[in-house]
């Protein structure tokens, strides 16, 4: 499923040991814009897709846009 590997793929990329799910807004996780990106790019990298969003987003929101 898309969301679990999304949420695979944010806990590596930053090291959270803690669990997250679809409610979590990426800002929350990180709070410099460059990290952010670099997390965006990783996800795009790994689904072969182009996101283009922001801190703002959900994980949730995430997997939407990937499933779409």
Excluded: K
Excluded at 37 to 48: D, K, P, S, Y
Aim: aromatic residues 2%; glycine residues 10%; charged residues 35%.
């Amino acid at each position: 499923m898309i969301l679990e590997r999304l949420i695979d793929i944010i806990c590596e990329e930053l090291g959270l040991e803690e669990e997250i799910g679809e409610e979590t807004v990426i800002g929350d996780l990180i709070d410099d814009d460059i990290e952010v990106q670099e997390l965006i790019i990783a996800i795009e990298n790994e689904f072969g897709a182009e996101l283009g969003c922001g801190s703002d987003v959900t994980v949730g929101e995430l997997a939407d846009l990937l499933e779409s």
